[in-house]
């Protein structure tokens, strides 16, 4: 692999074959470009990694090792059918096939964990194409390491089973290995279900439910020993309020409640001794604070705090113990918190190995002599590794992406940016390894928009187009997730206002700089993204050359009322606090309200089965382009949702987008010195 920006580890040794090779046989083989993208690049197309690279779904999802280290299973996808997932349990020893339970159709196992020594749990989850993520079934099957016993053990299909579609691991319940600890819900019903807290036999299914949560869709928290102690919700009854309730012997007790808008605290896991609980508050601070709490005496201490990035994850042992603290404040960080226990060491060796790399540690065996994880970088998607603690090596097992070579994708560089009202924004550049300043730029909103942001990581979509000659600047504008409360909320009821300021602001600094080609800039995004492409484009006409909209949002008063967001009482509290309800400011911040101003050429691209943002929104886009007789490309896939999936179709994506850019973009010739 190749480390970004000059970065050096330690060697890595493979020692066994690589899983990969066990289950496909062969290597893969990838066609050629496609002639429909031939005309995006100039001089160098002979070198260009084909289109269906880009376009591939993943191999793998999880490597997980057994308790007693002897069995490694992993959920694997066949690269030539979608349609395929497969269970695979393999003898450590030899790497020999001892089980493989097969799902077909739209159905898949979306997560699975060693129950005890010998038993698998996996749960289902289905990839629907009017969904941007894989929908929870509910549904749970289970067998041993050798196949042997395959049972549903919960949901509609186990046979007298329970109408559910969420069901998350609350404890494995070391001291009852036959048995496990689940919280369900049924999201089927309009509003949500109130979780139960359900004691599950593994091998016949048989369960009891525990208790019951005070509020719908609520988390609960389960202390070392099964007993359930706290619930979290996000309670659509009160405005979607953050609160917890604490289990007594009397029911339920409200110990904290905060405003949506305001924060919350949030309950994470017990210590060992189950006397004291982790939370992280970020109520009462603007950024994610760690802290120990005692419930019975109130005293809490603080673990740790960043000054400017939310915590992303903790790393836990298996009892409990805190071993450190993940974070990403520009590239990944990880603080460790123990390092005198074995595990904490191994971990921090890990870490250590791979400087500059996100580390995912998956499962661990109960004596802590052997690990799985995984190690990603901005050009390298996933790779998994065995590491051996004993002897401090990492055993290569499979690569998520495979046909992907590091040393063919560009680096992604983080900045921290001054815009015009003062507020620092981060944004993350990509410039393409061939050429020199300045580059053709495709600015790239991320969707969602509140919560989530832009990482350092690969990006199919980023590394596309730098393989093609262009530079890629990602912005996390206000009001994305990770950089602290304010920042967080400073976006709310400002769609098109200070959000789009930032984006506009990090595209002047790009050209200011010489990064970009100040007649070569164009604005490209998805869902909100696409909101923020096609308002950019209006609201400064002459600064983007081009905009691509996909599957986004274009009239904010259909928001209000079409798509499964308004569908449900939680969705309609956010989009109140998110949006507003003012109708007029809402028509004002709707692009398709502008589009006279509008002088860039549009490409319009959606899923006819998008129901998070339903085709209505393009067709009402397209409308009024034509009304207004103005000329846009269209590209519409009736077998999509609210984003592509399917391989064929994500390849007639990139090969448009790349013609209408080379059409719309122009390339500045340097001269060659005589």
């Known amino acids: 692999m190749q480390v970004p920006y000059g970065r050096r580890r330690a060697p890595i040794w493979c020692v066994i074959g690589s899983v990969a090779g066990i289950l496909l046989g062969a290597s893969l083989v990838f066609p050629a470009a496609s002639s429909a993208e031939s005309a995006s690049v100039d001089d160098t197309e002979s070198d260009l990694v084909p289109l269906e690279v880009f376009a591939a779904n993943p191999t793998y999802e999880n490597i997980k090792v057994s308790p007693t280290g002897e069995y490694l299973a992993a959920t694997f996808f066949n690269p030539e059918d979608v349609t395929e997932s497969k269970l695979v349990v393999l003898d450590i020893q030899n790497m020999e096939v001892t089980a493989i339970a097969h799902v077909r159709g739209l159905d898949f196992i979306s997560n699975f964990f060693w129950a005890n020594d010998e038993r698998i749990v996996g749960q289902i989850a289905q990839k629907v194409v009017w969904q941007d993520q894989p929908f929870p079934t509910g549904d749970m099957v289970s067998m041993s390491w050798n196949g042997k016993r395959k049972r549903w053990i919960f949901g509609q299909r186990k046979q007298g089973g329970r109408s559910v579609n969420g069901a998350s ?23 949500g279900s109130y979780t139960e807290a359900i004691l599950l036999d593994i091998y016949n299914g048989r369960e009891r439910r525990v208790t019951r949560a005070p509020a719908r869709n609520a988390q609960l928290i ?13 309670n659509p009854e009160n405005d979607n309020a953050s609160e917890i309730h604490q289990k007594t012997d009397e029911g339920w007790e409200l110990v904290s409640s905060f405003p949506s808008t305001e924060g919350s605290v949030v309950p994470v896991g017990f210590k060992p001794d189950n006397e004291s609980i982790y939370i992280i508050d970020n109520a009462q601070f603007d950024v994610e604070t760690l802290f120990e709490l005692n419930p019975k005496t109130g005293e809490r201490k603080e673990i740790y705090k960043h000054p400017t990035v939310d915590i992303s994850s903790l790393e836990m042992d298996k009892d409990g113990n805190l071993i450190g603290i993940y974070l990403e404040p ?5 603080v460790p918190i123990d390092t005198a226990s074995a595990f904490g060491q191994s971990l921090e060796h890990i870490h250590n190995t791979f400087k500059g790399y996100r580390v995912n540690v998956s499962s661990v065996s109960k004596d802590g002599a052997l690990m799985t994880l995984s190690v990603e970088s901005d050009v390298s998607p996933k790779i998994f590794f065995l590491y051996q603690a004993q002897t401090k090596q990492f055993v290569h097992l499979a690569d998520t992406l495979p046909a992907v070579k590091a040393q063919h994708m560009a680096p992604m560089t983080p900045y921290t940016l001054t815009v015009r ?59 994305s997730g990770g950089y602290g409360r304010d920042f967080l909320y400073s976006g709310y009821q400002r769609w098109g ?24 800039v164009c604005i490209f995004g998805g ?107 269209w590209l519409v896939k009736p077998n999509e949702g609210h984003g592509f999936y399917d391989k064929d179709n994500k390849v007639e994506f990139f090969s448009t987008m790349l013609t209408f850019l080379e059409r719309n973009l ?5 001269p060659t010195p005589e």
């Open 169 to 191: 691991i609350l404890s494995t319940l070391p001291e009852e290995p036959k048995k496990i600890l689940i919280a369900a819900n049924n999201f089927a019903e309009r509003e």
């Open 222 to 234: 389960a202390d070392h020993s099964g007993s359930i102690r706290y619930a979290f919700s996000n």
């Open 421 to 479: 009202d003062g507020t620092s924004v981060p944004v993350y550049l990509t410039l393409p390894k061939q050429g020199q300043k300045p580059y053709p730029l495709v600015v790239l909103p991320h969707g969602g928009p509140h919560g989530v942001r832009d990482y350092w990581q690969f990006d199919a979509y980023v590394q596309m187009l730098a393989s093609r000659g262009y530079g890629v600047l990602q912005v996390n504008f206000r009001g």
């Open 330 to 334: 520009d590239y990944p960080v990880y």
């Open 527 to 633: 869902s909100y993204g696409g909101y923020a492409s096609l308002m950019g484009a209006v609201k400064e006409p002459d600064l983007y050359a081009c905009a691509i909209v996909y599957v986004g949002v274009y009239d904010l008063e259909m928001m209000l009322e079409e798509g499964d967001i308004p569908f449900t009482q939680a969705g309609r509290n956010y989009l109140d606090q998110a949006l507003g309800d003012d109708r007029v400011d809402l028509y004002q911040r709707s692009p398709i309200n502008h589009l006279e101003k509008l002088n860039a050429p549009l490409l319009i691209v959606h899923g006819a089965l998008d129901q998070r943002v339903p085709l209505m929104q393009a067709e009402a886009l397209r409308e009024r382009m034509d009304a207004l007789n103005k000329p846009y490309e």
């Open 666 to 670: 122009p390339r500045k010739r340097v």
């Open 497 to 520: 206002l200070e959000m789009q300021d930032d984006v506009t602001d990090a595209t002047l600094w790009a050209i200011a700089e010489g990064i970009a080609d100040r007649d070569s």
